[in-house]
C-alpha cells in the first residue's frame, strides 16, 4: 500500500520561506510522477508543481520563480522549497501521486498547513 505523508508547514511573514517534504512509503519515488497542489479556503484543489520520472518539472505560473520542487531518491521524499512567500499563498498544501502510467494523481497525503501574513 502507497502512503504519502506531508510534514514542514507552518506560518510564517510575507517574503520568508518554507520547506515541505513528503515521504512516501511502498513506491519507489524514482519511478513515480509526483507533484504538490495546494487548496486555499473556499476554492479548489490546484495543481502547482510536479516531478516527472525523467526528473523534469513543472510550475503553475504563479508559483514560477519562487517554488522549487525536487526529490530525493535514497531517503524517498519529495520536496517543495518555497521561497518569497505571499499572503496568496496560504493554503493547505497536498502531496500526491500517479499510480499508473496514465490518468491522474490518485494517492494523496493529509495535507499540511501553510499560513503567510501581511
Known amino acids: 500500500q502507497v502512503r504519502l505523508v506531508e510534514s514542514g508547514g507552518g506560518s510564517v511573514q510575507a517574503g520568508g520561506s518554507l520547506r515541505l517534504s513528503c515521504a512516501v512509503e511502498?513506491?519507489?519515488?524514482?519511478?513515480?510522477?509526483t507533484a504538490w497542489f495546494r487548496q486555499a479556503p473556499g476554492k479548489g484543489r490546484n495543481l502547482i508543481a510536479q516531478?516527472?520520472?525523467?526528473?523534469?518539472?513543472d510550475y503553475w505560473d504563479s508559483v514560477k520563480g519562487r517554488f522549487t520542487i525536487s526529490r530525493d531518491n535514497v531517503k524517498n521524499t519529495v520536496q517543495l522549497q518555497m521561497n518569497s512567500l505571499k499572503p496568496e499563498d496560504t493554503a493547505v498544501y497536498y502531496c500526491a501521486l500517479k499510480s499508473g502510467l496514465s490518468g491522474g494523481y490518485d494517492i494523496w497525503g493529509q495535507g499540511t498547513q501553510v499560513t503567510v501574513s501581511s
Open positions: 511502498g513506491r519507489a519515488i524514482s519511478r513515480s510522477v
Open positions: 516531478i516527472q520520472w525523467s526528473g523534469d518539472t
